[in-house]
């Protein structure tokens, strides 16, 4: 059986390096974006079984990309994590019903808050792809 893919999209090397190494030691294979648009291109060609995406990022942040994921027919059942240090930074919180309120499209499966814990995330991902 083929090893599951992910594609891990955040603008900050070191949390990209981090999230890969944590889905590497469980077997998973890596890809990795900078930004919104290097994950829509990618995901597009050939597309993931699960997307881990940052919201904060230059060229599109991760809410447009999001959207744009869940529009795409080729993308729009991919499972979609996403990261934010936005709840902590800015004291607001981000869930599937404001997601789906704000951008009309189903929510993301989970939120991961950064700094992240290997551990939830792992959860999380066992959670969303089983």
């Not at 904060?56 to 869940?70: C, H, I, Q, T, Y």
């Not at 996403?82 to 902590?88: D, P, Q, R």
């Amino acid at each position: 059986m083929a090893a599951k893919r992910v594609l891990i999209v955040d603008d900050d090397e070191g949390v990209r390096m981090f999230v890969a190494g944590v889905m590497e030691a469980e077997g998973w294979e890596t890809e990795e974006a900078l930004n919104g648009q290097q994950a829509l291109d990618s995901a597009e060609l050939d597309a993931p079984d699960l997307i881990i995406l940052d919201v904060s990022m230059p060229v599109m942040d991760g809410f447009e990309a999001f959207k744009r994921l869940r529009d795409s027919p080729f993308t729009d059942k991919v499972p979609i994590i996403m990261l934010t240090g936005i709840n902590e930074e800015q004291g607001e919180s981000y869930d599937r019903d404001r997601m789906e309120q704000e951008f009309g499209v189903e929510g993301p499966e989970d939120f991961v808050d950064k700094p992240v814990d290997p551990v939830f995330l792992l959860q999380s991902v066992m959670g969303v792809v089983g």
